[in-house]
């Protein structure tokens, strides 16, 4: 997969597996990262702040933040945008993904983008992941209706 100039540019500020580095908030988006996980094969995260992103790239199964990017990630409270995952058919959350989540406790969502594009959002729920499993909650369609009702009152 061929990647447009902006986005060789973003591979080349993270060339290897661990790099990490600090964007203008337009230089990344979410679908930036399926396109530079199609091209490499590899897991991307972007994180975004008040007025900067953090980028990292991650091997094909994983990634961690680097402990210097976790540093200024957790003093500016930098939200956990996404990451991508070298998959194009269901996009499956891992154990570690969920873990990652809990630490960020000022927030509540993540998003997972597979190579093709498509996306999945997830909580750090264990019973969110239990039902999923489960089938028990269409996990998607439970969200978008408790955003839009209004709390029963008699
Ligand atoms: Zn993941």
Known sequence: MT????????????????NWTKLRKKQVSVKDLA???ASTGHEFAVFTGKSSKILIHGTSKSWHIPHDAWEVIKSNQYEWTAHSHPTMTKITVSPEDRETLKLFTWQE????????????????STQDW?????GVV??????KSNKYSWPDTD
């Open 3 to 18: 990647l447009r100039r902006e986005q060789k540019k973003l591979l080349e500020q993270v060339p290897e597996v661990g």
């Open 35 to 37: 396109a530079l996980t």
């Open 109 to 124: 969502k993540s998003t997972i983008i597979d190579l093709k594009g498509n996306t999945k959002e997830f909580t750090a």
């Open 130 to 134: 239990i039902n999923e499993i489960l």
């Open 138 to 143: 269409d996990y998607d369609k439970r969200e």
